[in-house]
């Protein structure tokens, strides 16, 4: 099982960033995907998370409205994107996978890739 992140970097307060996460070794298509970050000295938090076939979407309340999650199940892959980002967003994002339905709990998942750092400064 791999799930790789792609896509961090530095953006400016307001600008746009698309992370990637491209998953292998599992049936990725029955799995919730979520995406989850980690600021210095702070708990990892559920930002978004999408169900199976994508017609169900989780989002925290300090990123709704800008961000938006999304799947493709023939390419093995799930998305974040990330508008009008914020210094408060700074974080390692990761993305992960459970076999619950569209949860937004840490110990509910079952794979997680190896973060890609976002940084929002300018």
């Known amino acids: 099982v791999q799930l790789v992140e792609s896509g961090g970097g530095l953006v400016q307060p307001g600008e746009s960033l698309r992370l990637s996460c491209a998953a292998s070794?599992?049936?990725?298509?029955?799995?919730?995907m979520g995406w989850f970050r980690q600021a210095p000295g702070k708990e990892r938090e559920c930002v978004a998370a999408?169900?199976?076939?994508?017609?169900?979407?989780f989002y925290a309340d300090t990123v709704k409205g800008r961000f938006t999650v999304s799947r493709d199940n023939a390419k093995y892959a799930v998305y974040l994107q990330m508008n009008s980002a914020k210094p408060e967003d700074t974080a390692v994002y990761y993305c992960?996978?459970?076999?619950?339905?569209?949860?937004?709990?840490?110990?509910?998942?079952?794979?997680w890739g190896q973060g890609t750092q976002v940084t929002v400064s300018s």
């Open positions: 992960a996978a459970s076999s619950k339905f569209l949860t937004r709990y840490l110990s509910d998942y079952d794979y």
């Open positions: 070794g599992f049936t990725f298509s029955v799995y919730t």
């Open positions: 999408i169900s199976r076939t994508g017609t169900g979407t």
